[in-house]
């Protein structure tokens, strides 16, 4: 298994530009979702899937858009990137073990610049 | 107030020390907790899930208080390799499976 992949590794991108992270995942894992990371304030939640055609919003959602028409591909879409938007992004799936219990996966992270 | 307090640290110490980090939450119904820790420029990755009764895992112990809101990370005998970041996480609903992070607690192992 791959686990979580993601991709670009890193990206710069000019004020208004758009683009999307990928994110897959094989292991069949329901919940998918996506973080940011800034210095000092941790990991915060953008937008989050159960399931295939089903996600919601997180902390952060403004400026970000997704979709989940598969079980394997939660992207990350950027509409109109700000330099506020300059952090490092996580995906991370988890399955639900017995008693409740979830284990996160992350995958490597996406560096993005915004100028 | 934040969902889940941590002190930021750093918490400098020799090797071979003993460390103790707390994590506060707010969410009185929270059902999951956990321990994450990252390295730096890297992903987080799980390092021990806390259980209502306390759970060791080798030189890592994880205590929860739920009365008093608040979760515990407990190291013995330091290693250089546990200089990182330690993340606390808490899950507040098992339904949706939204993880809520801490801001983390870097520890820094020195010889």
């Known amino acids: 298994n791959a686990g979580v992949t993601q991709t670009p590794k890193f990206q710069v991108l000019k004020t208004g530009q758009s683009m999307t992270l990928q994110c897959a995942q094989d292991?069949?894992?329901?919940?998918m979702s996506w973080y940011r990371q800034d210095p000092g304030m941790g990991l915060r939640l953008i937008h989050y899937?159960?399931?295939?055609?089903?996600?919601d919003q997180g902390e952060v959602p403004n400026g970000y858009n997704v979709s989940r028409s598969t079980t394997e591909d939660f992207p990350l879409r950027l509409l109109s990137a700000a330099p506020s938007q300059t952090s490092v992004y996580f995906c991370a799936s988890s399955t639900r073990l017995a008693g409740g219990q979830e284990t996160q996966y992350f995958g490597p992270g996406t560096r993005l610049l915004v100028l | 107030r934040k969902e889940v307090e941590q002190d930021p640290g750093p918490f400098n110490v020799p090797e071979g020390a003993t460390v103790a980090f707390n994590c506060t939450y707010s969410?009185?119904?929270?059902?999951?907790f956990f321990w994450y820790r990252q390295d730096c420029r890297k992903e987080p990755k799980l390092l021990m899930s806390v259980y209502s009764s306390g759970n060791e895992d080798g030189r890592f112990t994880a205590q929860l208080n739920r009365a008093s809101q608040y979760i515990s990370l407990l190291i013995r005998d330091s290693k250089l390799s546990d200089s990182a970041t330690y993340l606390c996480?808490?899950?507040?609903?098992?339904?949706?499976?939204?993880?809520?992070f801490g801001q983390g607690t870097t520890l820094q192992v020195k010889p």
């Open positions: 292991m069949n894992h329901e919940y």
């Open positions: 969410n009185s119904a929270s059902q999951s």
């Open positions: 899937s159960v399931g295939a055609g089903i996600t």
């Open positions: 996480v808490v899950i507040f609903s098992s339904n949706t499976g939204k993880l809520i």
